[in-house]
């Protein structure tokens, strides 16, 4: 069966630090693969998507960036973190035109 | 660009009231699924609508797509304390799942 792992489950960084967060997907290849961001008490952002390996999608200009080395690998980063990159961020997976799995998200505060 | 809005944004409800949360999308969609999102949890998929006009039911819980494929409701009739959290709309067009803003669903024992 397919699994999603998401880590780390929670962060807390300083202003200007990088961030990594790795996601990576188990018993599927090939995957559609997607960032979201929910800030507090807020509704999903995408913000990057992938269909396959090195090809991202953005969807808004900002602060991050997202890599896909594998194909079952995503990765998002950022060079310096600003106080607005606080939230929970969420990798999911989904084969086009059926449902999308979640990972556990990583709640990401930067003080 | 592709918005998906939802309504209302918060509901609080009494233990034994029904519940409808709304979901609207600015153009047409090839499917809307249901999302449930516990207080601290990941959003956790409920439901699949593909056909205009579709309606489906899941215990107390009963989801519709509007004919047109760009609007869908929820409605749980009856809500239990268990029916606490975000509902998400999502629609899917071409690679992207483009989820709605939630409702967040309080149930007052």
């Known amino acids: 069966s397919q699994t999603i792992h998401q880590w780390p489950a929670t962060l807390v960084q300083p202003v200007g630090s990088p961030l990594s967060l790795e996601c990576t997907v188990e018993?599927?290849?090939?995957?559609?693969l997607y960032w979201y961001r929910q800030a507090a008490g807020r509704g999903l952002q995408l913000l990057f998507y992938s269909v396959g390996i090195g090809q991202i999608s953005s969807e808004v200009p900002q602060n991050l960036s997202a890599s896909r080395p594998q194909d079952r690998q995503f990765i998002l980063s950022s060079k310096k973190l600003l106080l607005s990159d606080s939230g929970f961020y969420l990798c999911?997976?989904?084969?086009?035109?059926?449902?999308?799995?979640f990972g556990q998200g990583t709640r990401l505060t930067v003080v | 660009g592709q918005q998906v809005m939802q309504i209302p944004q918060y509901q609080h409800v009494q233990e034994g009231e029904d519940f409808t949360t709304y979901c609207n999308s600015s153009?047409?969609?090839?499917?809307i699924q249901w999302y449930k999102q516990r207080p601290g949890g990941h959003p956790v998929f409920l439901i699949q609508l593909v056909k205009s006009g579709e309606v489906k039911k899941q215990k107390r819980l009963t989801f519709q797509f509007g004919e047109a494929k760009k609007n869908s409701s929820l409605h749980i009739t009856a809500t239990q304390t268990t029916d606490v959290g975000t509902y998400f709309c999502?629609?899917?067009?071409?690679?992207?799942?483009?989820f709605g803003t939630g409702t967040s669903l309080t149930v007052i024992p």
């Open positions: 018993g599927t290849s090939n995957p559609n």
């Open positions: 153009t047409t969609l090839s499917n």
């Open positions: 999502a629609g899917n067009t071409g690679n992207q799942f483009y």
């Open positions: 999911a997976w989904g084969p086009l035109n059926t449902e999308a799995f």
